[in-house]
């Protein structure tokens, strides 16, 4: 968005005003990772890749966010994606992409056609990711909204949680429309900037954290969450 003289609009001094109104209470809240999945995040057999670089630097970040979540006992959930051969490249737009040869993502070709079918190693969770057995899974998302035809609402009510802590990918499509869920649902939308990546581009990744930030919710690095949650910074973590 521009203002009448062409240039863009800057709300950071809204932006910062309302980091300084939110308030977080470990004991309502709850991590939500999205699509944490080798389709995405393996650079090795990523059917629809988010760039190396990008991978290396939100599976760290999220190691992060869930050791810390961990220590102010905050529950972690992770939500994850498999597309069954009914649905797999299905939608009207995806059926025009693919049969234009088009690729999803900008940087690497996408293999759409194979993205994260049952038992496929594409639909595997990320080896690296820290996931524990009193972590909560939720294995029925089919589209871009974590919500949309899952158990995730009922788990989330009955832990009492209202506020979300959102890692994942991708930035511009499951996140974003996680996003616009959680807040028609109203919970308290936490997007962590450090552990989130989108395949489709830098450019959407920022639109997407932007449009969080100034409608949605609230977009913090993990520096300023541990900080809001009282968490302990990791040894050796950037300031």
Request: aromatic residues 6%; proline residues 5%.
């Amino acid at each position: 968005m521009t203002n009448d003289s062409g240039g863009l609009i800057d709300r950071s001094a809204m932006i910062e005003r309302m980091k300084d109104e939110l308030q977080l209470v470990a004991a309502r809240s709850a991590v939500v990772t999205i699509d944490c999945q080798r389709g995405n995040l393996d650079p090795e057999i990523a059917s629809l890749p988010v760039p190396e670089a990008e991978c290396r630097r939100i599976l760290g970040g999220i190691n992060r966010l869930l050791a810390g979540a961990r220590e102010a006992g905050v529950p972690v959930v992770h939500v994850d994606t498999v597309y069954e051969e009914s649905l797999l490249g299905k939608h009207p737009f995806e059926r025009a992409m693919l049969n234009a040869k088009q690729s999803f993502t900008p940087h690497r070709q996408s293999d759409f056609a194979r993205h994260k079918s049952p038992g496929s190693p594409e639909a595997e969770l990320m080896p690296e990711i820290d996931v524990r057995p009193e972590d909560y899974r939720v294995g029925s998302k089919r589209t871009f909204d974590m919500f949309y035809g899952t158990q995730l609402e009922i788990l989330l009510r009955s832990l009492d949680v209202d506020t979300l802590l959102v890692a994942g990918c991708n930035t511009n499509t499951c996140v974003l429309a996680s996003v616009y869920g959680a807040y028609v649902r109203d919970y308290k939308v936490v997007v962590l900037s450090d552990c989130v990546a989108s395949a489709y581009g830098e450019d959407l990744h920022a639109f997407a954290l932007s449009n969080i930030q100034r409608r949605l919710g609230w977009v913090l690095t993990l520096d300023e969450l541990e900080e809001k949650l009282g968490i302990s910074r990791p040894a050796g973590a950037a300031r």
